[in-house]
């Protein structure tokens, strides 16, 4: 079965526009191509994903190294907000965006709840070669 | 009392399949920690995994000083990690797969890259997969890479990534070059 681009598309665009103090979203392979986003103006996909890949495969490897067990998800806290990856499935990172007025509480749960939204059309059969 | 350790960066890069991650696991005394993730682009059929943030090892060298290896991504994509590792390099082994010739132009790019970047540290070639047939030889590689091999300084070295011995001899002439450009600034000063 072909993925569903567009849903996913979709879904991270109403996750933007949707979701309070959420400035973007990108969804990528773990080895950093991108599959979707919606970012703000002049962020580059290809960039985005390759950071962001980067920045999950490190955080599990500390946490693993440093005995933290399963990582829930990677927080860069900046003077003008959140940067927060966390894995969605086996072939898919996800990256939210948000500025620095954001409830961590409220985007932890919103982020959860849009990782359950999109893995039915984020698990990619192994046969299936895009 | 021990005296204290002298701790010299080493940046292993080269294109994509150059051996990276396995030069750094062969002579590593820790266990290498990398980051490999399933290749799902157009590497994918040469091999499953791809490093996405960095490898590191380490080794000692001697009675006082110990080598910090740092592997980078070999894709441009990562090219934000090229610059955050060789930021810090004392020394930059360049490997470059000596049996895919259209990886050069890859390799003579990161090559450029590196010597901007970090212009004080000491670099050398080493090529790999030399022992396949199809392996272009080491005299070659130079020229193809688009440099005078008559002028330049850069030592390069045929090496097999998987052998200790190779890795140990890319290792000791990299801390080579650096302790004469270490003592040659030296006297300069």
Known sequence: ?130 | MKAPEQIMRVVVTGPVGAGKTTFIKTISEIESIDTDRRATDEMAHLKPTTTVAMDFGRVTFGPNMALHLYGTPGQERFNFMWDILLRQAHGIVLLAPAHRPKDFFAASRLLRYARQRAPEAPLLIAATHSDLPQAWPIADILPAFGIDASESQIPTLSINATAERDVARTLIALVERYAERSNAKRIAS
């Not at chain 1, 665009?13 to 959420?22: G, K, L, P, Y």
């Not at chain 1, 990582?71 to 860069?76: A, C, D, G, N």
């Open chain 1, 1 to 130: 079965m072909p993925i569903n681009y567009s849903a996913i598309q979709s879904a991270l665009q109403e996750f933007v526009t949707s979701v309070s103090n959420v400035q973007g979203a990108s969804i990528m392979s773990p080895d950093g191509l991108a599959i979707a986003s919606s970012l703000p103006a002049g962020m580059e996909e290809e960039r985005v994903a390759a950071m962001s890949a980067a920045m999950l495969a490190l955080g599990e490897r500390i946490g693993r190294e440093l005995s933290r067990g399963q990582i829930e998800r990677i927080l860069v806290e900046g003077e003008k907000g959140y940067a927060i990856v966390s894995s969605c499935t086996e072939d898919a990172v996800l990256i939210v965006l948000t500025d620095e007025k954001v409830k961590l509480g409220v985007i932890n749960l919103e982020v959860r709840q849009l990782i359950d939204r999109l893995r039915p059309s984020l698990t990619f059969a192994k046969t299936n070669v895009a």
